[in-house]
C-alpha cells in the first residue's frame, strides 16, 4: 500500500463516516451492501492504523490530514496548549505526519502487501 493511498484514506475518513451514519439512519438508502461493507472495513482499518501511531504522529495526521486545519493552525492550537516557548513548528508536524504515515506503509506491506488496496482505490 502506498502513502499517497494512505494519505487520501484519512483525508477521506470523515466522509466515510458520515455516509455509513446515513446508511445507519437509513438504511433503504443503500442499495449496494458490498459498499456498505467496505465502508465499515475501511473505517476499521483506518481506526486501526490510528492506534498503531505514536501520539505526535496521530495529532499531526489527525489535525492536518482528517480536521484538514493547515499547518499554521496546529501551530498556533498547539502554542495555546503548551506555551509559545514550548510551541513546535510546522516543520516537526509535517515529519511527524511523514513518519506516521510512512509507519503504516511499512506497516502495510509487510503484513499485507497490496492486498487491502482495492477497498481504497475506488474512492
Known sequence: MKKALIRVAF???????????????????CADPIHHKRLIDRIHIIDHW???LKAEELYAIERHLIGKKSWKEIMDEHADTVGKSNALNSRTFQRHQQQGLERIEYMMNESFGDSFDYLFQDN
Open 50 to 52: 490510528m492506534n498503531c
Open 11 to 29: 483525508e477521506k475518513s470523515t466522509d466515510y463516516r458520515k455516509k455509513l451514519e446515513l446508511i445507519k439512519e437509513y438504511p433503504s438508502h
